[in-house]
């Protein structure tokens, strides 16, 4: 029987990284997936398709509205859907293969097929058994739907069926504001799908920061998406080529309906752990289908952890990652940790969205005085060129230490200029830290500076 230090289960971002990492640190290491291809929902269904929809259908948007003012005159492109499909394939195709690569150069064990539990140190792949001295956990999640509504991946789509549908629909109903109902609706809408958003809280994605949410439906409805929030979808009636979606407004309390091509349904994702047998070896699974785990990520069987979406926590693939190689330093003997409210979240919407510890109302709930400093994109030259100049920074700092303790971003490339203020806050820094630190000019960062400059004697550009 082939013996390993470590087999991890799943080869997602959680799964893949943490073997890696593990063999890195010399443990023999082994990876069973089922799936076809490694990379799991985050690089064969999930981030990866969706941010390839999303950049070729901005391109889209760009050659449309603002090619003619810089001077470029063209027709504007024509989709070919099945040549878009073509490029995001070879997106996922070139990740996934990167992966397979990596494995082969740390000497990672590959083994395709399901897993499941035979005792707390041997696993059965396809009637192989396999012992190992750890477990890892990394099953990740899968979709969710609503009572009564099935998901035929056709008419009736979740994020899976979203990014591969066999044409551009005329007409789509997106159930959920959230992070994956906004992506595709900014995806299809740019095609030219008449988009309707029906989120049954007051605001899109609720939990961020209220000025955030406000300000992304006021300019994503600008961009031509319909919403209605405060509304509960209850059933959708399938005919042959339209769909019925009957949904209750709660604040006209009526009963209301909207016809559709294709609805897709977003209203989140939930721990995949079926098939796993780990209930029959001891190990505990929480009603919700998770499996709980201490701060090193150790489930109630102390040779097995669990991470990524499967276990506690935000379902994000960076998140996942973080938690693959605490699991694997772990193992290793290391002392690692995870400073979970320094996890940041990206919404890949444009002008994109991040944010990265407290929001001002969880502030507001916790009596903590802070100050917010506050620079609108308006006043940033860079911006202003790349025609992107609504949203801006909001920084939460502590009142009297100025210690930073939340940032919320709507602007451009607001995905990746979040990352100054996670390692400020990383290092405990003040707003002043990042107010007196020198940036680039003209970059979005320095909208950043800015907004630190707000929290103290105040901005210079407003
Ligand atoms: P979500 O939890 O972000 O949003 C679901 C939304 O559906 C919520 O706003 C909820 O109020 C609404 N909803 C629930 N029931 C409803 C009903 N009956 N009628 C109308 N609205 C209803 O879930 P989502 O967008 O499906 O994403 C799943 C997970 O995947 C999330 O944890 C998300 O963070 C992650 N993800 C992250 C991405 C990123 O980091 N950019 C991209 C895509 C997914």
Redesign the pocket.
Known sequence: MDSFDVIVIGGGPGGYVCAIRCAQLGLKTACIDASPTLGGTCLNV??IP?KALLHASHQLHEARHNFAKMGLVCEPPVIDWKEMQKYKNTTINENTQGIEFLFKKNKIHYINGHAHFISTSEIQVDGKNYTSKNIVIATG?ETSS?PGIIIDEKQIVS?TGALSLEKVPTKLVV???????L?LSSVYSRLGTEVTV????KS???DMDQDISKNLIRILKKQGINFQTN???TSVQKSKNKIKVN?NDNKKEIEESIETDIVLV????KAYSGGLCFEGIGGVINDKGMIETDNHNRTNLSSIYAIGDVTNG????HKAEEEGILVAETIAGQNSQINYNHIP????TNPEVASVGMTEETLKVTNKDYKVGKFNFAGNGRAKLVFSSSGFVKLLADSATDRILGCHIIGPSAGDIIHEVCVAMEFGASAQDLAMTCHAHPTFSEAIKEAALSCGDGPIHS
Do not use: D, K
């Open positions: 999930g981030c969706s999640s609503l994020s159930i959920g504001g959230g992070v994956i109902g992506e029906l989120e049954f809280q899109i994605v609720p509304c509960a979808v949904y977003a209203t989140g994702r935000p379902m994000l693939a979240n990206v919404i890949y």
